[in-house]
């Protein structure tokens, strides 16, 4: 979890704007509920590296020294994330790591980088088979190893050739697709179908988030503890979507596992958007101890079409510690839904021991859980400080989300809204671009517990 640069900013991005959104992740509590890294993303250096190939920081952007930006975010308790393309240049056509995979780690090492993210551009056709790729990004994972000093690694190369396939071995996380900045609009740059598999050849960018949705339903159950899969940086507050898919986009990346990285302006935030990065039922998904992806159960198509010709719900449904249950409705048609759906359908099959079971239904984002409005408004404009009863706010710093989950703690389960019965169905009104989200817990004694292996 943390905060990046680009999506705001792009490369038009200096110290004053790392301090100034890094004092904001302190004082709106984002770094205590766990977004605590914050990233450099490109143009950290000159355009040209020295007489002896080592990097430069770039001085007109950061005149107080990227050293001295790290130990200020280290004194905030935050984490430093840097930037570069296993290529000839970054994306932003600054120099790139390819072939300076040991110089440039050592570089980062010693300014006190604590994460690496690592793009694919300029990669001078060293992609196209999964060999080529995995020793292209290995050599940087080797160099990094060889600094003795922990830095997460993550490869940004939009899925290309399979990353999920062999990208744990190496790293931390994979991104999966290209970039996100809609919900559902269709882009050019994006060709794949949400509905269709994986496009191996051209990832694309500027894809929408039922795009991304539609690729991570195939492979989303290749995450797990040490790597995840990543759905690109959340939009939340950047404008484009409503709030209502925004709530839908914050909750699917939450639930799938994908690392939570804001990429706004943490001072223009407006309550609602506030709100939806806060919801601690909702992040408590993406930090459950179990690391279970959820996983799309079925998609089903509706009369009305929208704007783009979507027209469809989605169930989704995934495993959480301890026996809990998410369980997502999503509706991306253009207008309200009423769903009746039975259990077995949640659970996949019929006669499903998990569909045998009744469920108490935990509503994770009623009013009672997330922040209201007005609260909201009162922590952005500073005339309300964040404590144990806010409502809508969890200190993870204080207690851990294994601790709050162990004790049964309220703000992480949601809002009791009922029970489901064995063999019963779960009926909800999904509104437009909007999910419907439960935790479901065992009812009574009915709590399953974990079979030993044979």
């Known amino acids: ?209 039922l795009n991304i949705l ?9 995450s797990g503890p040490g790597f995840w899969i990543d759905l690109d940086m959340l939009e939340v507050g950047n404008g484009g979507m409503t709030t209502a898919e925004y709530r839908t986009h914050f909750t699917m990346w939450s639930a799938i596992k994908s690392p939570l990285i804001m990429g706004n302006k943490l001072y223009d935030l407006s309550p609602e958007d506030y709100a939806i990065l806060t919801n601690p039922a909702v992040i408590a998904l993406n930090q459950d101890p179990g690391g279970s992806a959820i996983a799309r159960r079925f998609v089903q198509q509706v009369d009305t079409k929208d704007r783009w010709g979507v027209g469809e719900i989605q169930v989704w449904q995934g495993s959480l510690w301890q026996g809990d249950q998410v369980v997502v409705f999503l509706n991306a048609a253009n207008e309200t839904q009423g769903l009746d759906v039975p259990l077995w359908r949640i659970f996949g ?22 922040m209201l409005a007005d609260v909201a408004r009162q922590v952005l404009n500073g005339t309300l400080e964040l404590g144990p009863k806010t409502q809508g706010y969890y200190n993870a710093s204080r207690i851990s989300w294994r601790e709050g989950l162990a004790a049964n703690d309220t703000r992480l389960l949601g809002s009791f809204e009922g029970t489901v019965e064995a063999g019963g169905t779960v009926s909800a009104e999904v509104g437009a671009h909007d999910v419907k989200a439960w935790r479901f817990r065992l009812v009574g004694k009915n709590r399953l517990q974990k079979k030993d292996e044979l």
Request: charged share 20%; with cysteine.
């Open 214 to 222: 539609g690729k991570a339903s195939y492979i989303a159950g290749r």
């Open 1 to 209: 979890m943390g905060w990046d640069t680009y999506n705001a900013y792009g490369l038009a991005y200096n110290e004053t704007t790392i301090r100034d959104n890094a004092d904001r992740l302190v004082s709106l509590g984002f770094r205590d509920l766990g977004y605590d890294v914050v990233i450099f993303d490109d143009a950290m250096t000159e355009r040209d590296r020295s007489a002896n190939g080592s990097l430069v920081e770039n001085q007109e952007k950061f005149p107080s020294g990227l050293h001295a930006l790290s130990d200020e975010l280290h004194a905030l308790s935050l984490k430093y994330g840097v930037y570069s393309s296993a290529g000839r240049f970054t994306c932003g056509s600054y120099p790139g790591s390819l072939g300076y995979e040991q110089q440039d780690a050592r570089w980062w090492a010693d300014l006190g980088a604590d994460y690496l993210k690592y793009d694919n551009c300029f990669n001078e056709g060293q992609a196209g088979t999964q060999k080529l790729s995995y020793d292209r990004y290995g050599a940087m994972a080797n160099a990094l190893n060889a600094t003795g000093r922990n830095i997460t690694y993550s490869l940004c190369n939009w899925g290309d050739d399979k990353v999920w396939e062999w990208g744990c071995t190496i790293s931390n996380s994979a991104r999966m697709s290209g970039d996100s900045n809609s919900f559902d609009q269709p882009s050019n740059g994006c060709p794949c179908d949400a509905d269709e598999f994986y496009c191996q050849k051209f990832p694309g960018y500027q894809c929408s988030v």
């Open 349 to 370: 099959t019929p006669g499903n021991e998990l569909s045998l079971r009744s469920w108490d239904m935990y509503d994770l984002w009623a009013e009672n859980v997330t």
